[in-house]
């Protein structure tokens, strides 16, 4: 059972970034797990409204939640809506991700590296701000977990493709390990999965829509993976199962 404190309720879970690939998969098991989904999204409703009955249909309860995770402001008025809609927050997935057409560092401007940043990191420490003000018992809260999603671009930097891409995942998995030891000593797990190449639509909004099948030949396992199998991984980490872990990057990748 997911880790919770919560009497005669389902625990919550915020699933960022939840309209499609990892993060609606990861929205539809866990309500399958027993958990409550906070839905977020930026700009795809259909996709979110999608996942959402996809939680539904599962047994848990769903409430969309419109948010840049960029601004705080509306990170803010987000987990404001969650505890009214869906009552006290127990997890965090930390999922929500952008990333741009391929291309080498010469060709990369400022605006373009803001915007990933902006989202891809900026948008994890808001969130995960507001998490740790709701869950860490050195704020008076139970303890929890939060899940960030990083990417083996980390560790292989993505050269001639998407280098800045891989620099915000670099920095996910650095304030993975830090915000973790922060928050040890409070009832607060953080950790992070490092997919693989996936088959989700991020391929196609950064320009490559058959990148997975393309690659699937000369990656260890000879496919790629499948959003399920890096949800089942961050539910792991969010249950009770992974009680004693924290700090830990998972990677999810088929041996890449």
Not at 132 to 139: C, D, E, G, Y
Request: proline share 4%; net charge neutral.
């Amino acid at each position: 059972m997911p880790t919770s404190e919560n009497a005669a309720a389902r625990p919550v879970v915020l699933v960022t970034g939840a309209s499609a690939g990892i993060g609606a998969a990861t929205a539809r098991l866990a309500a399958g797990a027993g958990w409550d989904v906070g839905v977020n999204y930026r700009s795809d409703r259909a996709g979110a409204e999608a996942a959402a009955e996809a939680v539904r249909a599962a047994g848990g309860r769903a409430l969309l939640l419109q948010a840049d995770v960029a601004d705080p402001a509306q990170v803010a008025a987000m987990f404001d809506r969650l505890d009214e809609g869906l009552g006290r927050l127990d997890a965090l997935v930390n999922n929500a991700g952008i990333v741009a057409p391929a291309a080498r560092v010469e060709q990369i401007t400022a605006e373009r590296l803001s915007q990933l940043f902006a989202v891809n990191v900026t948008g994890s420490f808001l969130c995960a701000a507001q998490a740790v003000r709701r869950l860490s018992r050195a704020h008076g809260g139970p303890g929890g977990a939060i899940v960030n999603v990083s990417s083996v671009a980390a560790v292989l930097g993505g050269a001639n493709q998407y280098v800045d891409y891989a620099a915000t995942k670099g920095a996910i998995d650095s304030f993975t390990i830090g915000l973790a030891a922060e928050q040890a000593a409070h009832g607060l797990r953080v950790n992070a999965v490092r997919p693989g190449v996936i088959e989700t639509p991020i391929h196609a909004k950064g320009g490559a829509p058959d990148r997975a099948a393309r690659m699937a030949p000369d990656l260890p396992m000879r496919r790629a993976g499948t959003a399920d199998e890096v949800a089942e991984a961050i539910l792991w980490l969010l249950s009770d199962k992974a009680s004693y872990v924290t700090g830990e990057i998972l990677k999810v990748s088929g041996g890449r």
